[in-house]
C-alpha cells in the first residue's frame, strides 16, 4: 500500500470514528467536563442555562464551569484545564494556529456584532458634543475597540481624531467609568443598559442596528479531544443546542438562570437581558464562514500573515451539522416556528 493510500485510509477511519453511529451509541468514554467561559454575558451563558436546566444531566454529563479573563482562555482551553470553552475567534484563531490548528470552532452563539451600545453621559447628547471627550473600552485592538470604531464612524467621528480611546482593561469597570464620570461614553451591554437608563444616559448607537459580520461568542474545544471522545463531544453539543432552545422558548425559566448568572433578582434588568438577546440567539448554532473572515480581515490589520488564512481552518461542524440533518432541531422547535439559520 503507497503512502497515498494509507493517508486516506487513516481519514477514511478518522471520519467513521464521528459516525452517526459513533455518536448515539457505546458506552461514554467520559462523564465530567469542564467548560469555561470569559464574559459575563447572556451570550456566553447557554452552558449555564443548559446546566441549570438539567439538560447535562440528561445526557449523563456532570459538568464544571471555571470562568477566566478573556486574553487567558485558549490558553486554559491548550493546557486541558477545560475540555470546551466559550470564546471569541478573535482569542481562538491566533492561538490555534500557534497550536498547529488543535483548537476549533464548533458552534456559534453570535456572528454578527451585537450585545453593545455605544452610551454617553446625560451631558452628551449628540456626535458633536461626544467630541474631544473619553470613550471607555476595554483592551487595544479587541472586539469591543472594533465596535467602538464602529459606532463612532456611524456618528461621523474619527476615533482616532475626535475622541480618545481609554483602554480600562476589563468589561466590569466600564460602566462604573462612565457612571463616574471617568470617561464620556462607553460600549456597554445588558443588564447594565437599565442602570444606564435610570441614570439619564443616552443611548447614541446599538451596534446590532449596523448589522455587521463578526463572530463572537463560540463554543470551542480541541481537535485532540473531540477525536478521543466523540461520544462525549456529540451530546454536549445536543445538550447547548438544546440549552440555546430552552434559553429562547422559556422565558420565565430562563430569567431566573439569569439571575444566578448575573446574581441580581433586578427583574426589569433580567427582562431587557433576555429580551436583547433572544432574537440574537440562532437556533441552529453555526459557526459563520463571513463572521470567521471578518476576524481574520481584523487580526491582518496588525498582522498581515492572517490575511493568507481561510476561515474553514479553525471550523469544525461535523456534530452540529449531523443534529441538523436527523432533523433533531426542527423537531425541538416543531410548533415554535424556526427563526434564524
Not at 479573563?69 to 478573535?90: H, Q, R, T, Y
Not at 480581515?297 to 498582522?303: G, K, M, V
Amino acid at each position: 500500500m503507497g503512502p497515498q493510500c494509507r493517508s486516506a485510509l487513516l481519514v477514511l477511519l478518522f471520519l467513521l470514528s464521528l459516525s452517526p453511529a459513533t455518536f448515539a451509541q457505546g458506552k461514554p468514554e467520559k462523564e465530567r467536563i469542564r467548560i469555561g467561559y470569559s464574559v459575563q454575558s447572556a451570550v456566553f451563558s447557554i452552558p449555564i442555562v443548559a446546566s441549570e436546566a438539567g439538560l447535562f444531566r440528561e445526557e449523563g454529563i456532570q459538568i464544571e464551569f471555571i470562568r477566566t479573563p478573556g486574553s487567558l482562555s485558549p490558553m486554559v482551553l491548550i493546557s486541558e484545564e477545560v475540555d470546551f470553552s466559550i470564546m471569541s475567534a478573535f482569542l481562538l484563531i491566533p492561538a490555534s494556529i500557534r497550536r498547529g490548528g488543535d483548537l476549533v470552532m464548533l458552534g456559534g452563539f453570535s456572528t454578527r456584532f451585537a450585545g453593545r451600545m455605544l452610551v454617553s453621559r446625560p451631558e452628551v447628547r449628540t456626535a458633536k458634543e461626544l467630541r474631544g471627550k473619553i470613550v471607555g473600552i476595554q483592551r487595544p485592538g479587541d472586539a469591543v475597540e472594533k465596535m467602538a470604531r464602529f459606532a463612532l464612524q456611524h456618528l461621523g467621528l474619527n476615533p482616532d481624531k475626535d475622541v480618545t480611546l481609554n483602554y480600562l482593561g476589563s468589561d466590569d469597570v466600564l460602566w462604573p467609568a462612565l457612571e463616574t464620570n471617568r470617561v464620556s461614553a462607553a460600549m456597554i451591554s445588558p443588564p447594565r443598559t437599565i442602570a444606564a437608563r435610570k441614570a439619564g444616559m443616552n443611548f447614541l448607537v446599538n451596534i446590532a442596528d449596523l448589522n455587521i459580520d463578526y463572530q463572537g461568542a463560540a463554543l470551542t474545544s480541541r481537535r485532540s479531544f473531540m477525536s478521543a471522545h466523540p461520544n462525549l463531544t456529540f451530546r454536549t453539543v445536543r445538550a447547548l443546542v438544546r440549552g440555546v432552545h430552552f434559553f429562547r422558548t422559556r422565558r420565565e425559566e430562563s430569567v431566573k438562570i439569569l439571575g444566578k448568572f448575573f446574581r441580581t433578582s433586578e427583574r426589569e434588568a433580567l427582562d431587557e437581558t433576555w429580551e436583547f438577546y433572544s432574537p440574537v440567539m440562532l437556533p441552529k448554532p453555526y459557526v459563520s464562514e463571513s463572521a470567521v473572515q471578518a476576524v481574520l480581515n481584523h487580526l491582518a490589520e496588525t498582522d498581515s500573515r492572517y490575511a493568507q488564512r481561510k476561515p474553514a481552518e479553525f471550523i469544525d461542524l461535523r456534530v452540529l451539522s449531523e443534529l441538523d440533518r436527523s432533523g433533531y432541531i426542527d423537531r425541538l422547535y416543531s410548533g415554535v416556528g424556526l427563526r434564524g439559520k
